[in-house]
């Protein structure tokens, strides 16, 4: 059973930079499709952007709230997939999620994991 | 961007009531359509895919419906685990946008 595991979550002040992870226990990291999903306190849910594989290319989109300081990676050799953020803002502030996109589900988000908090704050 | 647009944005209803979510796209999204529940302090579970397809695992008291703009989630007899709240999301484009959510909540 595939699991995900995210880590690095933390108080962080408004223009800081924080590097989120997230750990797939599952053996087919390297050719799923993941993203990333947050929600602010109280909040609904947020699309924050998708990475392909890198069989299916291995580009990455954004959500406009977040392009050009967020960046997703990854590391097949490590089953980790990562949340760069910089520049950081308040509005930020959320929970975060990252999910396994399933091709087979019309790109349903059949897997995520437990989430890790973002706090922006001075 | 393609908006989804849930109704209501809560509900109260009965345990074995019958309930029915609405969710419309500002444009079509053929069946690209998913469902998923949250419950308080959890991470969201898929329920329902391809706008109608049931994942597995999931009673079959749930159900979806629809196709191009405008879906449907039932469901069909209230248990008490399933007062939660519920989100569609289009993966049909980038950004793959949420409805803004459904408060199931007991009467």
């Known amino acids: 059973e595939v699991q995900l595991v995210e880590s690095g979550g933390g108080l962080v002040k408004p223009g800081g930079s924080l590097r989120l992870s997230c750990e797939d226990s599952g053996v087919t990291f390297s050719d799923a499709w993941m993203s990333w999903v947050r929600q602010a306190p109280g909040k609904g849910l947020e699309w924050v952007g998708r990475i392909k594989s890198k069989a299916d290319g291995g580009t990455a989109d954004y959500a406009a709230p977040v392009k050009g300081r967020f960046t997703i990676s990854r590391d097949d050799s490590r089953n980790t997939l990562y949340l760069q953020m910089n520049s950081l803002k308040t509005e930020d502030t959320a929970v975060y999620y990252c999910?396994?996109?399933?091709?087979?589900?019309?790109?349903?988000?059949?897997?995520w994991g437990q989430g890790t908090t973002v706090t922006v704050s001075s | 961007d393609i908006q989804m647009t849930q109704s209501p944005s809560s509900l109260s209803a009965s345990v074995a009531d019958r309930v029915t979510i609405t969710c419309r796209a500002s444009q079509s999204i053929s069946s690209y359509l998913s469902w998923y529940q949250q419950k308080p302090g959890k991470a969201p579970k898929l329920l329902i895919y391809a706008a109608s397809t049931l994942q597995s695992g999931v009673p079959s008291r749930f159900s979806g419906s629809g196709s191009g703009t405008d879906f449907t989630l039932t469901i069909s007899s209230l248990q008490p685990e399933d007062f939660a709240t519920y989100y569609c999301q289009q993966s049909y484009s980038t950004p793959y946008t949420f409805g803004q959510g459904t408060k199931l909540e007991i009467k």
């Open positions: 999910t396994r996109i399933d091709y087979y589900s019309y790109y349903g988000m059949d897997v």
